[in-house]
């Protein structure tokens, strides 16, 4: 659905895109990783046809960015970072608007908005001014906006910035509601959580260049890190247990990490049951118990050398 | 398709100022309260009763029946009193008077009048006014009326004889009268040629000249609104969603135009409320010189806003050139009491444009024909402005 090959655009001496390729299948959601200023918002704009290439070619329904603008535009959905929302006018006005605008009239047109109302769960607020939404209204209100004409792919950027979990989480909902629907979604965001949570495969961006790309399982196989068992025992005898651990199957190492006990080992649930043998036998008890697990944060962490949120 | 995006964009911004109930108040309720109070401090003569009527001195040099029955049937007028004075004079006196402040107004009757209706001529009567009071302006429209009504009449009954009256003459000498009332504007002024002598009240200017400020003073606030479209991203979504950058354009110019011609319809009609307030005979001047300073407007609020990037500058910019175009454009007050030069910097200026063709339209009864230097600039201004909207509205928006 989604074909991009060394893209490129620089901006003055800076290089905000710089050779990146990746493709999205029909039906997927695809996630761009990256910190602010990394090219994301770039990259879908050049996709969205509302910036040119400096170089490198890239296609969205079969149709090229470069030469297919309009026809492109009409099949595609934009929801920007920002609350792109006229807040004096109400919910429906703001749909009905964008609505004509993509050519629905009449009783289409309404039958449209209200399934869009509906779907964000803002039907009962529909004839207020959006000024008086929350922020997690107007984010789903934001995104309605850019479904409505029902295109075949939707771009989202960064749409949580901003909100709180609960709303979060409604959002994340309503965006894996409308991909079961068919809808390819390229979604970008610098919330890790987000991209582990929702994405089917993840490319991480840094600097304009894409430094990884694959589904999320491959890419942490890729990095060759291994889970951790983190403990505490309610006696201290977790030197009698590093001695141990080290011997069991599957263990690389056990002991005192950063003043909390941790036996790394390649699958973390093995251990915690051969843990649970050592305890009953010994008739000991544990305080506390958590299983790492190698992360999308540890991923980034490995490929650019620093933190998603420095 | 094109045409259905431009309709939405227009219907946007109509639902965006309807949606601010105070934009109603600031569209319509501020201008006519200032054309009403700023109107009174211009002067009135409506108001004024007969006892304030400036005085018209009559120096009758020819002494004859028809001069009698022309002074005779200029009387009971509440605009002037007619004064007949002792002596003949001479039109040098008339004029020394008036021209010294002691007289207003003095309406000279040459000693050939008589004989010039009798053979045929034209009469030529001079009448002097001190053109610093508004009033003596007032009577010198009145006067030039009368004196035309009179000759029209006179020659009417004159052509049928006695008891009848003959239309056809009647109407000939309306369009083309025998006594001519040749006059002069003295005092500070002295112009001549003045519109402004042709306009007997203050509404007459504040009328259309606060119209066009307001109505362009809107549309320049809503350079902000522009910026916040490209600050908040629904310029974006916009672009998205229209067929192309031209249509944006087209929609954004259109959508302010049309609601400034709307606003501007009810103050003009407001204004016919309003004493003495009459746009001439010319409807065809008056809805070309609204709609072209409307779209003058439109498209510099949408130029202005291409060069503002925070809502800060948009403020800064609206406010400034509407109030350069106001002051310096004769809106404010008449351009025909301020300096040549400033005259001239006037006509620089789409509101000084505007507002002569209206002092031409109320003050002189000029339309299309003779106010077609200024209706051309307009054009022009409108052109240029269109294309440099266009061409920067593109480079931000491509």
């Known amino acids: 659905m989604i074909q991009v090959h060394e893209l490129g655009k620089r901006f003055g001496d800076v290089k905000a895109v710089d050779g990146v390729s990746f ?72 749909l009905d608007v964008f609505g004509r605008l993509y050519g629905l009239k009449g009783d289409q047109l309404k039958r449209r908005v209200a399934e869009l109302l509906e779907l964000s769960e803002l039907t009962e607020h529909a004839r207020r001014p959006v000024k008086g939404f929350s922020g997690g209204m107007k984010r789903r209100l934001n995104i309605m906006m850019g479904l409505v004409h029902a295109p075949d792919v939707l771009f989202l950027d960064e749409p949580t910035v901003g909100i709180d979990a609960q709303a979060r989480t409604r959002i994340l909902d309503l965006i894996r509601g409308m991909n079961e629907q068919g809808l390819t979604v390229l979604y970008t965001t610098h919330y890790l959580e987000e991209a582990e949570q929702l994405c089917d495969r993840i490319g991480v961006i840094d600097h304009g260049r894409l ?55 390649d699958d973390g649930a093995p251990v915690v049951a ?17 299983v790492i697990r190698p992360n999308l944060e540890s991923l980034y962490l490995k490929i650019t050398g620093r933190a998603l949120r420095e | 398709m094109t045409s259905a995006v431009i309709r939405t964009l227009v219907l946007l911004h109509v639902r965006k100022i309807l949606a601010e109930k105070s934009n109603l108040f600031w569209m319509f309720g501020m201008p006519i309260m200032f054309t009403v109070l700023m109107g009174m401090m211009f002067g009135t003569t409506s108001s004024s009763g007969p006892s304030e009527a400036p005085e018209v001195t009559v120096y009758d040099a020819s002494r004859s029946a028809a001069s009698g029955d022309l002074i005779a049937s200029l009387g009971g007028r509440e605009q002037y009193r007619i004064v007949v004075a002792d002596t003949v004079g001479s039109e040098d006196l008339a004029r020394q008077l008036v021209d010294d402040g002691r007289r207003t107004a003095a309406l000279w009757i040459p000693a050939a009048f008589d004989d010039s209706l009798t053979a045929g001529r034209p009469a030529p009567l001079r009448f002097f006014f001190d053109s610093d009071r508004a009033s003596a302006q007032t009577s010198r429209t009145a006067l030039a009326e009368a004196v035309r009504r009179l000759d ?33 504007t003295l005092g500070r002024q002295q112009q001549e040629e003045s519109a402004l002598a042709g306009m007997s009240s203050g509404f007459q200017h504040t009328g259309p000249s606060y119209t066009l400020m307001f109505v362009m ?3 320049l606030m809503s350079v902000r609104d522009i910026v916040l479209e490209r600050r908040a991203g629904t310029l974006t979504r916009l672009r998205l969603g229209a067929a192309s950058s031209t249509t944006l354009a087209a929609g954004l110019f259109l959508g302010p135009l049309l609601v400034g011609l709307a606003q501007a319809a009810v103050l003009l009609g407001f204004n016919t409320l309003l004493p003495s307030m009459d746009y001439g005979d010319s409807v065809a001047t008056l809805i ?4 072209l300073f409307t779209g003058v407007s439109s498209a510099l609020a949408l130029v202005a806003a291409t060069f503002c990037r925070t809502t800060g500058q948009a403020d800064g910019m ?31 200026l789409p509101s000084g444009r505007a507002i002569t063709v209206f002092h031409n339209m109320i003050g002189r009864g000029w339309g299309l024909t003779e106010n077609a230097p200024h209706l051309l600039w307009l054009v022009g201004a409108l052109l240029i402005l269109m294309v440099l909207a266009r061409v920067r509205l593109r480079r931000l928006i491509a």
């Open chain 2, 217 to 219: 003073m809107f549309m």
């Open chain 1, 23 to 94: 493709t999205v299948a029909a039906g997927e959601i695809f996630g761009l990783l990256g910190p602010n200023g990394a090219g994301k918002t770039t990259t879908i704009s050049i996709l969205a046809t509302l910036l040119p290439p400096d170089s490198g070619r890239a296609s969205v329904c079969g149709l090229d960015v470069t030469t297919d603008g309009e026809a492109i535009r009409r099949r595609i959905g934009v929801v920007p970072q920002e609350m792109a929302l006229y807040e004096e006018l109400t919910a429906e006005q703001n």
């Open chain 2, 152 to 184: 029209a009449i006179q020659g009417g009954r004159h052509a049928a004889g006695a008891g009848e009256f003959d239309q056809a003459v009647f109407d000939s000498l309306w369009a083309e009268p025998r006594v001519v009332l040749a006059a002069t």
């Open chain 2, 288 to 291: 070309v010189v609204m709609v």
């Open chain 1, 274 to 290: 051969r843990l649970q043998t050592w305890l009953t036998e010994d008739g000991l008890e544990l305080d506390q118990l958590e």
């Open chain 1, 211 to 265: 430094a990884a790309l694959g589904d999320k399982e491959q890419l942490i196989h890729e990095i060759g890190e291994s889970d951790a068992v983190r403990l505490l025992l309610a006696t201290d005898r977790h030197a009698d247990l590093a001695a141990d651990a080290a011997r069991w199957p599957g263990v690389s190492w056990a002991g005192f990490r950063r003043g909390k006990f941790e036996i790394q080992c």
């Open chain 2, 318 to 348: 609206g406010m400034t050139v509407s109030m350069l175009m106001a002051s310096l454009g004769g809106l404010w007050w008449p351009l025909e009491i301020v300096p040549g030069f400033m005259k001239q910097l006037a006509l620089m």
